[in-house]
């Protein structure tokens, strides 16, 4: 577990992947100042290198889209709000070191030394007397710098049943998530969607379920393969200005807009494409979770000409759930599920494509073709009507 905070903090140290970057400072508004004259060190898309420092009420929207929700802001806060306050800052502090994407954050100016590796398969086979999260997020938790609601932790890893391609790392860097109490099988409900989204040629990170379904595994999207350095990462809150509890609160034309906006132009169209298939996906899985936090943009620095739409990381089939679920967002000024005819238009008008319908029908048809590759369990049960009848909504009629 990390040191704690200092009570009084007022600066913090930011690096990227490429060095130091500048200090984030606690003033009457929150001030970072670049240090370096080395641009390749900026640590945003939003945000070039300048003499002048930028200040804001709010931390950096690359900064904040990392800080922790949910299940992990409520562990922080059992640990540590007695002895410090909890505020965007202090958290910043506690688990900004590793965070998703290729900025990191500490309180003096070097950055932490990575934590001992563990065994994926132990972890995959885990059968220890206490639960197989609950004994990661004791020695993680403190040090995870990610957000969403749902029980995650940052975790390193070796070994693992598949085989690592030649200049792939020795060790794996996942996020393991947790099925939460709410939430009875999530950890297989996301397998099974995450494994649609593979067969519909998506690009996915590897992922693995847990022998007693207690945990889903997924490979960070964050990392180059082949030389191990942190990939930049900015999610569509950072993106649009959006705090993280305004998650919601936009449209999927906004995130259409923003991949034209910021992706490089050699990946402009494949990035809109994409795009459009992770949102066809979502809408025939019945996923009303595809928010601003679960779109992103990758590259290596913020010069480089390969700014694009990263793999797909999350996706579930939220109605097996809650049976009255909407889209997470607005499109066409509703949240309501789209039909074949408005998925197409706003494929034609959004998304830059000729024959989006020819994407649609493509993802349908793995979506009604899917079978499980493993034993499904009770949450199968509840997904595969919801699933049928979202692939239907959006299939040609007749």
Same mark, same amino acid.
């Given at each position: 577990?990390?040191?704690?905070? %200092?009570?009084?903090?007022?600066?913090?140290?930011?690096?990227?992947?490429?060095?130091?970057?500048?200090?984030?400072?606690?003033?009457?508004?929150?001030?970072?100042?670049? $240090?370096?004259?080395?641009?390749?060190?900026?640590?945003?898309?939003?945000? %070039?290198?300048?003499?002048?420092?930028?200040?804001?009420?709010?931390?950096?929207?690359?900064? $904040?889209?990392?800080?922790?929700? &949910? =299940?992990?802001?409520?562990?922080?806060?059992? *640990?540590?709000?007695?002895?410090?306050?909890?505020? #965007?800052?202090?958290?910043?502090?506690?688990?900004?070191?590793?965070?998703?994407?290729?900025?990191?954050?500490?309180?003096?100016?070097?950055?932490?030394?990575?934590?001992?590796?563990?065994?994926?398969?132990? +972890?995959?086979?885990?059968?220890?007397?206490?639960?197989?999260?609950?004994h990661l997020a004791q020695k993680y938790a403190a040090t995870s710098g990610i957000s969403g609601v749902q029980p995650k932790v940052l975790v390193s890893a070796y070994g693992g049943k598949e085989t690592v391609e030649k200049g792939h790392m020795k060790d794996r860097n996942l996020i393991i998530k947790a099925s939460g109490a709410d939430y009875d099988g999530l950890a297989e409900n996301e397998y099974h969607c995450m494994s649609m989204a593979r067969l519909a040629g998506?690009?996915?990170?590897?992922? !693995? +379920?847990?022998?007693?379904?207690?945990?889903?595994?997924?490979?960070?999207?964050?990392?180059?393969?082949?030389?191990?350095? =942190?990939?930049?990462?900015?999610?569509?809150?950072?993106?649009?200005?959006?705090?993280?509890?305004?998650?919601?609160?936009?449209?999927?034309?906004?995130?259409?807009?923003?991949?034209?906006?910021?992706?490089?132009?050699?990946?402009?169209?494949?990035?809109?494409?994409?795009?459009?298939?992770?949102?066809?996906?979502?809408?025939?899985?019945?996923?009303? #979770?595809?928010?601003?936090?679960?779109?992103?943009?990758? =590259?290596?620095?913020?010069?480089? *000409?390969?700014?694009?739409?990263?793999?797909?990381?999350?996706?579930?089939?939220?109605?097996? =759930? +809650?049976?009255?679920?909407? +889209?997470?967002?607005?499109?066409?000024?509703?949240?309501?599920? %789209?039909?074949?005819?408005?998925?197409?238009?706003? &494929?034609?008008? *959004?998304?830059?494509?000729?024959?989006?319908?020819?994407?649609?029908?493509?993802?349908?048809?793995?979506? $009604?073709?899917?079978?499980?590759?493993?034993?499904?369990?009770?949450? !199968?049960?509840?997904?595969?009507?919801?699933?049928?009848? &979202?692939?239907?909504?959006?299939?040609? %009629?007749?």
């Amino acid at each position: 577990m990390k040191a704690e905070v %200092p009570k009084r903090l007022k600066h913090l140290h930011v690096h990227t992947s490429q060095g130091a970057a500048g200090q984030l400072s606690r003033e009457s508004q929150f001030v970072f100042g670049y $240090r370096t004259e080395d641009s390749a060190c900026e640590i945003s898309l939003t945000m %070039p290198l300048r003499a002048q420092t930028y200040s804001s009420s709010l931390l950096p929207g690359v900064l $904040r889209q990392n800080l922790p929700e &949910g =299940y992990l802001l409520d562990w922080l806060h059992a *640990h540590f709000g007695k002895a410090m306050k909890m505020d #965007d800052f202090n958290l910043l502090a506690l688990v900004g070191a590793d965070t998703i994407g290729r900025v990191s954050v500490n309180i003096d100016d070097n950055p932490s030394v990575p934590i001992k590796a563990e065994d994926l398969s132990a +972890l995959l086979a885990w059968k220890g007397s206490e639960s197989l999260f609950d004994h990661l997020a004791q020695k993680y938790a403190a040090t995870s710098g990610i957000s969403g609601v749902q029980p995650k932790v940052l975790v390193s890893a070796y070994g693992g049943k598949e085989t690592v391609e030649k200049g792939h790392m020795k060790d794996r860097n996942l996020i393991i998530k947790a099925s939460g109490a709410d939430y009875d099988g999530l950890a297989e409900n996301e397998y099974h969607c995450m494994s649609m989204a593979r067969l519909a040629g998506i690009e996915v990170p590897l992922f !693995w +379920l847990s022998d007693n379904r207690e945990v889903f595994v997924i490979e960070r999207f964050d990392i180059d393969a082949t030389s191990g350095r =942190y990939l930049g990462f900015e999610d569509m809150t950072a993106l649009t200005g959006k705090q993280n509890r305004e998650k919601y609160d936009s449209s999927y034309e906004n995130i259409a807009k923003a991949i034209d906006i910021f992706a490089s132009a050699i990946h402009k169209t494949p990035s809109l494409a994409t795009f459009f298939q992770a949102l066809t996906l979502s809408v025939a899985v019945r996923n009303g #979770d595809a928010h601003l936090k679960n779109f992103g943009l990758l =590259y290596c620095t913020p010069q480089t *000409h390969d700014v694009r739409l990263s793999p797909l990381y999350d996706v579930v089939c939220t109605t097996a =759930y +809650l049976p009255r679920d909407t +889209l997470a967002l607005k499109m066409n000024k509703a949240k309501s599920w %789209p039909t074949r005819a408005e998925l197409i238009e706003f &494929g034609k008008a *959004h998304c830059q494509l000729d024959r989006p319908q020819e994407i649609i029908d493509r993802v349908i048809d793995v979506v $009604r073709s899917y079978s499980p590759d493993i034993e499904p369990g009770p949450i !199968w049960k509840l997904m595969h009507p919801e699933i049928v009848k &979202g692939a239907s909504s959006i299939g040609v %009629p007749g």
